[in-house]
């Protein structure tokens, strides 16, 4: 079974500072990826996600994320974030083939205003 | 895009008791899953509702735990069976298209 792991459980930061939250997974097959935000007391929102061509995403929000194959990762990124981004952040990952969806344990990030 | 709505959008439980959870796509879907968030932790999948067919469970979710109905192809139900209080969570409805949509959940509080 593939596996995902998010590198940072909970990130706290400044207004304007830049952010970045790593993933990384375990299957060695074509992959589609996905970065959903969860805020708080709401359902799960889809940032962007990544099935083919150019590695480099942009989404919602002014989020993008890399999508490195060599490194089987796929992290997340905002040069500039805002006390509304405060949230849960879960990275997930599935075959291909497949549509079945695992997840990383999630990120919590808190940003001071 | 999917429109996934669920009924209830929460509820309070009694320990032993059960509770059917019910997931309505606005259009046909072939496959719909069923996904559980426990409190402060990620989501995982529970089953595949398979229209016409069993459901398919992941490890560690068994049928007479979690019995699912799907007769037909905008809905299905997940019935959360003989309750304890660790089976308090988010149940989610989940439809895959090119990307994955999923229901508003189900937040679920057994005492």
């Known amino acids: 079974a593939q596996s995902v792991s998010q590198h940072n459980h909970h990130v706290i930061l400044s207004e304007a500072a830049s952010l970045e939250l790593g993933c990384n997974y375990s299957?060695?097959?074509?992959?589609?990826l996905f970065w959903y935000v969860q805020y708080p007391g709401q359902h799960l929102q889809l940032l962007l996600k990544?099935?083919?061509?150019?590695?480099l995403v942009k989404g919602i929000k002014g989020f993008e994320a890399e999508f490195i194959k060599s490194k089987f990762s796929f992290n997340l990124r905002k040069p500039s974030v805002q006390w509304s981004d405060t949230a849960e952040y879960f990275c997930?990952?599935?075959?291909?083939?497949?549509?079945?969806?695992?997840f990383g344990a999630g990120t919590t990030v808190t940003v001071r205003a | 895009s999917a429109v996934i709505s669920q009924k209830p959008s929460r509820d309070i439980c009694q320990r032993g008791t059960s509770l059917t959870i019910q997931c309505q796509v606005d259009?046909?879907?072939?496959?719909m899953f069923w996904y559980r968030q426990q409190p402060g932790q990620s989501l995982t999948l529970i089953a595949t509702a398979n229209q016409g067919s069993e459901a398919t469970y992941e490890s560690g979710f068994v049928i007479d735990k979690f019995p699912i109905s799907r007769p037909n192809l905008t809905f299905s139900t997940l019935t959360v069976s003989n309750m304890s209080p660790e089976d308090s969570s988010i149940y989610l409805c989940?439809?895959?298209?090119?990307?994955?949509?999923f229901g508003p959940g189900t937040r679920l509080t057994v005492l």
């Open positions: 259009s046909q879907v072939t496959m």
């Open positions: 299957y060695g097959g074509t992959v589609n």
């Open positions: 997930a990952v599935r075959r291909s083939n497949d549509y079945k969806l695992s």
């Open positions: 989940s439809v895959p298209d090119n990307e994955q949509f």
């Open positions: 990544y099935f083919s061509g150019d590695p």
